[in-house]
């Protein structure tokens, strides 16, 4: 038997406040007097309406509102057997009464109202028995999904609906199943604060598994629903970039894992290894071919398993199965593959990079980079490296206006190496703005956060998570990478409207992988190509304005957490079990209720029967 969903805790009755008589009825056999009859209560009831009138209503002609307003006032309230209360609310004014005032009892609620229904309660029009809704502070209370996305049980976790039909006969069998792997690892670095959760380590950038976990199975969030037959969607909680890393720094385990393989042969109608090493049931991925299901994937080049030295297509295609009925959440897609599979590219997810550094939203880097650039004497009137365009609204008196012209640091790797190297040539050699900044501070949390672009290469593959973190640093990105494609954009969805040039520029990276200034004179070289600088110093006022307001937008669309200046949010939310409550969690529940139900794989399966080339 599955097992359903504890139902929120409800008021267990109506308090009848400080004003209100609660005069006890003895029940049978409790008293020795007659209990009291319909003629009595209805004796009591017109003595109690008439003092209740004589009060509200004032001397004159008959008001029907205030007549309303009293009748309102009587109530008696049901009651479970055996405890017969006669609930009176009285007006502020003391009336004198001969019956003896009881301790306040609460009042239960009908059979109706303690239904175990997962719905959340409604409230009464009464004005004394208004019930509130226990999830009406639930960040997506009022969306499709409300309730509405079933979330496997995890590996034992019987509390979570690791029991009856849900589990498949191996997982009836807990001694002959082998514990998921990941969850030991996952739960040693959230104690140790390592890898997906070291908020200054290599993998936190990884995180996203992470992120889409806690929005959906965080109990404020109101999503989760344990009963199977009531789901739109199903999450399956397989993390395997945790698994891949085995909560290290230095593992890269590459190979297919058993469980990778289950999910792998499930997609192919073979169900015997997810029942086996999953201890589930296949029969809701039977249901849809697993168009209903999520899959998540937190790294551009990792899927279920990791192919060395490939890239391109092949990583979507093979190894994430992007091209498969379920819902992949991913954080890259590149332009060939949308552009080859648009219907594929639009069932998917794309999702911003994750940033689970609470700094970046409570206003403590906020702070840090103000008393650096403070303890510099640093400011718009007086920096060498700032725009002409930003000294023209420093002079208007623009405090948007910011001191340094551009921020850039990546590494030389990578397919875009070439790139890479000789934009830090030209930055750091001739670069005013590197030049103010390497006194200040080398961080870029502080650098982009005075900075006014940054310049953002693609990684070792079209996307990095700098694109993400110049955005919320409020610099606009100069995006040199030919197949990089911004999440919940026209870039991977025609039906959003958002486009990119809104908040960003997208400058060909093949004119800027050459030295384009002289490393001991600084000149340019050839002056058809003058090189960044130059581009970024012919920028108008009206053009930064314009970028900036968009930036503004992407900002909150592309933070997992709300900001909170009032220091409310810790520094490692992820670690701490904050809900991720910020624009691009709204973004990912909305793009999930437009897809409930597997709507969009359909589309997908006809584009894939379309005669096409050989995926590059």
Not at 168 to 194: C, F, I, M, V, Y
Not at 279 to 299: M, N, P
Not at 323 to 328: A, E, K, N, S
Request: neutral net charge; aromatic residues 8%.
């Amino acid at each position: 038997m599955l097992r359903y969903p504890k139902v929120p805790a409800r008021p267990e009755g109506i308090s009848a406040g400080n004003n209100s008589h609660t005069i006890q009825r003895p029940s049978k056999g409790g008293s020795t007097k007659r209990p009291c009859s319909w003629r009595s209560v209805f004796g009591l009831s017109v003595l109690l309406l008439s003092s209740l009138l004589f009060l509200i209503i004032p001397s004159g002609p008959l008001d029907l509102g205030n007549l309303s307003t009293a009748l309102e006032l009587l109530e008696i309230s049901s009651t479970s057997p055996g405890e017969n209360q006669l609930h009176v609310p009285v007006a502020e004014t003391p009336v004198e009464s001969t019956q003896q005032i009881q301790p306040e009892v609460q009042p239960t609620l009908s059979r109706k109202e303690e239904s175990t229904s997962i719905s959340p309660p409604k409230a009464t029009t009464s004005t004394t028995t208004q019930v509130d809704d226990p999830d009406a502070n639930c960040p997506f209370r009022n969306s499709p999904l409300y309730r509405k996305v079933y979330v496997y049980p995890t590996y034992g976790e019987v509390d979570n609906g690791w029991s009856g039909s849900i589990l498949s006969d191996t997982g009836r069998n807990l001694s002959a199943l082998t514990p998921w792997p990941w969850l030991q690892w996952e739960r040693e670095s959230k104690k140790n604060a390592t890898s997906h959760y070291d908020i200054n380590g290599q993998h936190v950038q990884y995180a996203t598994e992470l992120l889409v976990r806690d929005i959906i199975t965080h109990p404020n969030s109101c999503l989760r629903t344990y009963n199977p037959e009531e789901a739109t969607l199903f999450y399956v909680p397989y993390l395997p970039s945790v698994e891949h890393h085995q909560g290290s720094e230095k593992i890269n385990n590459m190979s297919l894992s058993k469980y990778g393989q289950s999910i792998m042969d499930i997609l192919d109608g073979k169900y015997l290894a997810w029942e086996q090493h999953f201890g589930l049931t296949s029969q809701y991925w039977k249901r849809k071919k697993g168009a209903d299901h999520i899959l998540v994937f937190s790294e551009p080049m990792h899927g279920l398993w990791h192919p060395r030295s490939r890239r391109g297509n092949f990583h979507f295609v093979n190894s994430q199965k992007q091209l498969t009925p379920p819902i992949v959440i991913s954080v890259e897609l590149s332009t060939t593959f949308v552009e080859m599979y648009p219907k594929c590219a639009a069932k998917n997810i794309l999702v911003p990079y994750p940033n689970t550094d609470g700094r970046w939203f409570n206003g403590v880097l906020d702070s840090e980079t103000d008393q650096i650039f403070k303890k510099g004497d640093l400011t718009v009137s007086n920096s060498e490296a700032i725009l002409p365009a930003e000294k023209q609204l420093a002079v208007a008196s623009d405090p948007s206006a910011r001191p340094i012209a551009q921020y850039y640091a990546a590494g030389n790797h990578g397919t875009c190496r070439k790139l890479r190297e000789s934009m830090e040539l030209d930055y750091k050699t001739c670069s005013a703005s590197h030049r103010v900044l390497s006194k200040l501070s080398k961080y870029a949390t502080h650098g982009m956060r005075q900075s006014t672009f940054c310049p953002c290469p693609g990684g070792d593959s079209p996307s990095a998570k700098r694109m993400f973190d110049a955005l919320l640093a409020g610099c606009i990105p100069v995006i040199l990478s030919v197949d990089f494609v911004w999440p919940y954009t026209n870039d991977f969805d025609p039906l959003i409207s958002l486009d990119p040039n809104e908040f960003s520029v997208k400058l060909l990276a093949g004119d800027y992988d050459e030295i384009k200034l002289d490393e001991k004179t600084c000149l340019v070289k050839n002056q058809t190509q003058p090189g960044l600088q130059a581009w970024m110093d012919s920028i108008s006022v009206a053009e930064i304005q314009r970028l900036r307001k968009g930036v503004e937008k992407a900002r909150d669309l592309y933070g997992y957490y709300k900001p909170r200046k009032d220091g409310s949010l810790p520094d490692n939310p992820l670690r701490e079990g904050v809900l991720p409550d910020g624009g691009a969690a709204h973004a990912l529940v909305n793009a999930l209720a437009d897809r409930a139900g597997g709507t969009r794989w359909p589309a997908c399966e006809e584009e894939l029967k379309l005669p096409r080339g050989e995926d590059p």
